[in-house]
């Protein structure tokens, strides 16, 4: 069996982890359950998401068997941990859907075949509880003084702590303890914000079935420039295709800091870390190729080949990419890929440089090549914000063009998900 700590812990994945050798003693003795939970608070998980799901087949691979838990009970509480305010309570019904959604999103990372993966959602034992059997079963277990002294309700007891937000602890400790007893969990994974709370579920499987259970956490995600990992000017990068296109989501990791780029292979890809090492000795055109390698793999994992593969066929069209170094990374399968034209061309035109000095409106260039059929039809698609200038998205009052734009010497422009013009600048 793969060692799966030394997996994780040689790609960054693991930030806190309770009693690693006895935990790594259970890994090596034969395979071990562990769970996730994602609360379907949302018709789709993010960017965000894919560090835990990586965990998870990381585990699967390693031989041992995931759970991936929908937290559809849990979401009509609200988590407030990394939250400085009460989430919006979502209507039963939203949650449920958002739930189904997402179960057929998933299925795709993991092999859900008996005995490999199972899918669980907590509505199924949470809607039943009776209030009082539980206090007495089980909130008699939890100390209220050690519950504010959790980080998560630290930082909300500024603004207000509700009462339904504090049963989250609970809710989510007793999850652990019913995929102990019913399917021998004995280990839960999650973001480092989520360390109190799989610390409440480990105590109380202690204190009621007198056992050994275990937790690790993993690094809350920024980016070199302090972002949040997955956030955009225009909002989340998503894995549902209709939220955010392939293609949009290949640009996302295409255009990611030099600085993250080794830790993002690690975190997002298979490729072996002997090979992944390697980049931060790189130049800058072989920075470049790495991030479509990054791109590419990230793209595979989330869309599958087809889309991947015609995601960077697109972008090299239109930013005139080359071919990848065949000696860089070379585990990538984007090595076995032709790269030749997109399946469409793309328009283009030419511009001089002099017009951009003072600033050209993009509402006057967007008409001039074609993109809107007036001035005025241009000027309403940047109000609703439908207009990208070399993927970056552009608002009103913010949308003169310069020679800053120019990349490569062109500006790509684009409207909506399907509509491009590349200008060449002379």
Known sequence: ????????????????ITEREKLAEKLAAGPVTAYIGFDPTADSLHAGSLLPIMALVHLQRAGHRPILMLGAGTARVGDPSGKTEMRKLLEGKEIDDNARKIQRQVSRFLDFSPGK??????????????????????????????????EAYKIRMEKGLSFLEFNYQILQAYDFLVLFRE????????????WGN????????????????????FPLLTTASQEKMGKTAAGAVWLDPERTSPYDFFQYFRNVDDRDLEN????????????IRMVKDLSEAELNQAKTILA??????????????????????????????????????????????????????????????????AWELIFEVGLAPSKSEARRLIQQGGVYINDEKIGEGHDLISPVSVRDGAILIRVGKKKYHKIKVI
Not at 7 to 16: A, M, N, P, T
Not at 198 to 215: K, N, P, T, V
Not at 265 to 271: C, D, E, V
């Open 183 to 194: 399917q021998g969990c004995v280990l839960q994974m999650g973001g480092d914000d989520q």
């Open 264 to 275: 993002f292979l690690g975190f997002f890809t298979f490729l072996p870390m002997e090979e």
């Open 117 to 150: 993966a199972i899918l669980l959602n907590n509505h199924d034992w949470l809607k039943n509880l009776r209030y009082v059997d539980f206090l007495r079963e089980i909130g008699r277990h939890f100390s209220v003084n050690r519950m504010l002294a959790a």
């Open 296 to 361: 590419f793999e990230i793209t595979k994992f989330v869309h599958g080949d087809k889309e991947a593969e015609s995601a960077w066929k697109a972008a090299a069209q239109l930013f005139g990419a080359k071919g990848i170094n065949p000696n860089l990374l070379p585990s990538s399968s984007i090595h076995k890929i032709t790269l030749g034209a997109a399946e469409e061309d793309i328009p283009s035109s030419s511009l001089p440089r002099q017009r951009l000095v003072n600033g050209l409106p």
């Open 198 to 217: 799989i610390l409440a579920g480990i105590d109380l499987i202690r204190r009621l079935e007198s056992a050994d259970a275990f937790g690790l956490t």
């Open 1 to 16: 069996m793969k060692n799966f700590l030394a997996e994780l812990e040689s790609r960054g994945f693991i930030r806190q």
